[in-house]
Structures are given as structure tokens and as C-alpha cells.
């Protein structure tokens, strides 16, 4: 029988039935999202965001690296290792970012206000790839321009 064709009373009856379905289906996708939700935004992270352990400070030789106009910049670089890093670590790739970034500044580049911190930050970006989880700080020693 068709709805229209239904009498009242089983008509009624018909929409009772519904009721409780449509109910459990909304509690079930309710749960699943709650869940979902737990998941995804409140539950515990896992040990990634624990914070490395200082290890040992690595200091390497001061380098002059040339900067525009005929200038220079004497630059001495002291890594501070994790407690993960080797006891012998490499470091000419330090070095060599170091080079990379400074050189071919201005003078202006590297003293201005500032300067020195976002420089700094560059290269502990640049370190933290070429060395993945053995360096977690730089620091320098030596910055005298010329």
C-alpha cells in the first residue's frame, strides 16, 4: 500500500517505526565525530614534542667569508649538539651553510638592528636539515666586520 492509499492509523504507525531509526543513526554519527574529535584535536601526542637534550658544544675554527664592496666577515661558530649526536661530528657543513648565507651582504645587512638574530635563525634552520636531530642551537663566537 502506498501512503496516500493507507488509512490513517497505519500511517501513524509507519512514522513511529522511523522514529527509532533516524534517532540511532543520529547517536551513531554523533559518537563518530565525538571520537573523531577526541582523536584528532584532544588526544595525547606522542613523544615528538619532547624537547632534545643538550649535548656536547662543538666550537669550529673562525672563517672570514666575503662580504660586497670589499668587506669581510670574520665569523666563529660553536654548535650546541644533542645528546643523539655522535661523539665526532662533522663540522664543515656548518661551515659551509655559514658561507652560504653571509656571503655577498652588505655590511649594512649583517650590523643593522636585528640583523644578527634573523641571521642566526637562517642558519640553525639550515643546520637543523643538514644535520637532522644532532644540532639544536648555534652560536657565535666570533662576528667582527671589516
Known amino acids: 500500500m ?3 492509499a493507507m488509512p490513517k492509523g497505519e500511517e501513524e ?3 513511529k517505526k522511523r522514529k527509532p ?3 540511532i543513526a543520529f547517536l551513531l554519527v554523533l ?3 565525538a571520537a573523531a574529535g577526541y582523536f584528532l ?3 595525547p601526542k606522542g613523544k615528538k ?3 632534545p637534550k643538550p649535548g656536547a658544544v662543538l666550537a669550529l675554527d673562525s672563517q672570514q667569508i666575503n662580504l660586497a664592496a670589499g668587506h669581510y666577515l670574520r665569523l666563529g661558530v660553536a654548535l650546541q649538539l644533542t645528546a643523539k649526536a655522535p661523539e665526532e661530528v662533522d663540522g664543515s657543513k656548518a661551515l659551509d651553510a655559514a658561507i652560504g648565507i653571509f656571503s655577498g651582504l652588505s655590511v649594512e645587512q649583517v650590523t643593522k638592528t636585528g640583523a644578527r638574530d634573523a641571521l642566526k635563525k637562517k642558519l640553525l634552520t ?3 636539515h643538514r ?3 644532532e644540532v639544536m642551537d648555534v652560536y657565535f663566537t666570533e662576528f667582527v666586520t671589516q
Do not use: F
Request: charged share 35%; no cysteine; aromatic share 4%.
Open 2 to 4: 502506498t501512503v496516500t
Open 31 to 33: 559518537v563518530v565525530a
Open 126 to 128: 639550515d643546520l637543523e
Open 13 to 15: 504507525q509507519e512514522t
Open 41 to 43: 584535536v584532544l588526544a
Open 21 to 23: 531509526i533516524k534517532l
Open 131 to 133: 644535520y637532522e636531530d
Open 49 to 51: 614534542d619532547e624537547a
